[in-house]
């Protein structure tokens, strides 16, 4: 059972958006807060930011604050992410994964999405 | 923010023998409140996403193999295979939940030797 799809890679510009999506079966996004991570070539694991998609609540990193917003589509189970100002160390592996407490937020993570690879080149 | 410090970068275990990660946090992680280790491990494989096998620094994820182990408290923790497989070659990842952000160890990558 795929609880968490991801959108497809993306090759953007130095300073361009990115958004990128996650599909969420109706019960993950009845239940679950979902998170983003991203994952840079060599690199370990960063945690980008969740939002309770019941209520649409986001919290970031102070690192992340000014560039990052994580929305949702309640009428296709979808949460997007949104990050501005691309730079060439945004070039990563993106991953969209369901936090483990059940209509709680206990900050691990038991379903991973295939993870979107984002290149960030001029 | 949380330093996460694993030990050691790589590890060559023979089959079915015993292989140990071990896991430092700068931080206590155990929440006094209700006793719990706020530390999870995860297993990556190449191509793969993270695959979640302990959280509460000990709770097996449903469908981990008991040969898999998980320990420790406060700021030391260790995940322990306890007799290698062939399908446990992977990268392995401590996670601290308990403080925004977020924080991982750098990995360990584990191979047969």
Known sequence: QVHLVQSGSEVKRPGAPLRLSCKASATTFSNYHIHWLRQAPGQGLEWMGVINPRGGGTSFPQKFQDRVTITRDTSTNTVYMDLSGLRSEDTALYYCARDGGFLEWWGYFDYWGQGSLVTVSS | ?113
Request: overall charge neutral; charged content about 15%; glycine content about 8%.
């Open chain 2, 1 to 113: 923010d949380i330093v996460m410090t694993q030990s050691p970068d790589s590890l060559v275990v023979s089959l079915g023998e015993r292989a140990t990660i071990n896991c430092k946090s700068s931080q206590s992680l155990l929440y006094s409140s209700n006793n719990k280790n706020y530390l999870a491990w995860y297993q990556q494989k190449p191509g793969q996403p993270p695959k979640l096998l302990f959280y509460w620094a000990s709770t097996r994820e449903s469908g981990v193999p008991d040969r898999f182990s998980g320990s420790g408290s406060g700021t030391d923790f260790t995940l322990t295979i306890s007799s290698l497989q062939a399908e446990d070659v992977a990268v392995y990842f401590c996670h601290q939940h308990y403080y925004t952000p977020y924080t991982f160890g750098q990995g360990t990558k584990l191979e047969i030797k």
